[in-house]
């Protein structure tokens, strides 16, 4: 990573150890030239992107780039710092990680080689962490399981001068229960077309500007976004746009900016549901119900309905495994907030929900299990 990072050794691309590493390579190809950036920079990681469903894309991270998304990042947490690697590192989550610990001039401490998050991992490897300053990133379901699990998982998570917590929604109640434990928690906002998060706590970090107009995506702008798709100029124009020497990354979010002037994301854009020839917001339904104490875990989607156009369906995991919460109780439980359209007309019980390698719902997966 250093060596990529400084143009002493070649470019990177984080190739996953499964059935996704085919593509990954394909979309690559190693035998093709690889492009510049903008203004002529070199390209220091080729970082594969899907969002929540599609194809592979290849996200043209400059080291201009990475090192400002790194260094940025550290001023806004109060310095450098010793890194814990829990997140994979085949997505930018975990990069990142490495490369403010370039940045940092640490190594960063991993999770047993090969092991799945848990909670005795989490704690063992934080008690090895030598540095002055302690840093983590984590998504919500590990911070979940270090609340959940057994009472050392907390008191670790509360050893960290901060934690950064991104990759998908984070509800209120998981974060203030982290947050009484004494964990230094920050919510992040980013993706790999900026080098991860590059808002904490709804404010940019530094030389990063934020765009969110009523009815259209939240737009990003600085030094830390992408110079491109690995060779697709299609997508590119779509997803990136110059204004005179700023690059300008288009997401697939809304957003506001609030009176305070801080970045409130509403959920992506294509969370309006369209049923029964009227609007929905799964943003807006999600909030609702995750509010209901029958329920731990909870995303919503549209699914394709015959009669509907599209159906909201929302997917649960109980509080209590052994009395999972009804369509009827859930319908009950939304109906004094939510509209008649807004109402689930199906619910998927899980043991939990399915996600991608990056820590996001696996929305392909939950609409195969809704069908």
Request: proline share 8%.
């Amino acid at each position: 990573m250093a060596a990529a990072l400084d143009g002493s050794g070649p470019a990177l691309v984080p190739v996953p150890p499964d059935r996704r590493g085919r593509a990954v390579i394909a979309m690559a190809r190693p035998d093709t030239p690889l492009e510049v950036g903008p203004s002529g920079e070199d390209v220091a990681m080729v970082v594969p992107t899907s969002g929540s469903t599609g194809d592979v894309k290849g996200a043209l991270l400059t080291s201009s780039a990475l090192r400002h998304s790194a260094a940025a990042a550290l001023r806004g947490l109060g310095g450098p710092g010793q890194w814990l690697l829990a997140l994979p590192t085949t997505s930018v989550g975990g990069i990142s990680v490495l490369v403010r610990s370039v940045v940092s001039g640490t190594r960063p401490e991993l999770l047993e080689p090969g092991d799945r998050f848990t909670v005795a991992g989490f704690v063992a490897a934080t008690q090895r962490l030598t540095g002055p300053r302690r840093y983590a990133a984590l998504v919500p379901t590990q911070v979940w399981r270090l609340t959940a699990g057994p009472p050392a998982g907390l008191a670790a998570l509360a050893r960290y001068d901060a934690v950064l917590v991104g990759g998908a929604a984070f509800d209120d109640e998981l974060a203030a229960a982290a947050a009484a434990a004494g964990a230094r928690i920050v919510r992040t906002y980013g993706m790999t077309e900026t080098c991860g998060g590059c808002v904490y706590d709804g404010a940019p970090l530094d030389q990063v500007a934020v765009h969110a107009p009523a009815d259209g995506p939240i737009e990003i702008g600085g030094p830390v976004v992408f110079a491109g798709y690995r060779l697709r100029p299609d997508l590119t124009a779509g997803a990136l746009r110059l204004d005179g020497s700023r690059r300008w990354h288009i997401t697939d979010d809304a957003g506001a900016i609030g009176a305070d002037g801080l970045l409130q994301v509403r959920g992506r854009l294509d969370d309006v549901i369209i049923t029964g020839g009227k609007k929905a917001s799964a943003w807006a339904i999600r909030r609702v119900l995750a509010t209901n104490p029958a329920v731990r875990g909870i995303e919503v989607l549209g699914v394709t309905d015959e009669e509907w156009g599209h159906r909201v369906v929302a997917f649960v995991v109980p509080a209590d495994p052994t009395d999972p919460p009804t369509l009827e109780s859930i319908r009950a439980y939304g109906r004094p907030s939510l509209s008649t359209e807004e109402l689930p007309r199906q619910v998927v019980v899980l043991d939990s929900i399915p996600l991608l390698p990056a820590g996001k719902p696996d929305r392909s997966a939950l609409r195969a299990l809704a069908q």
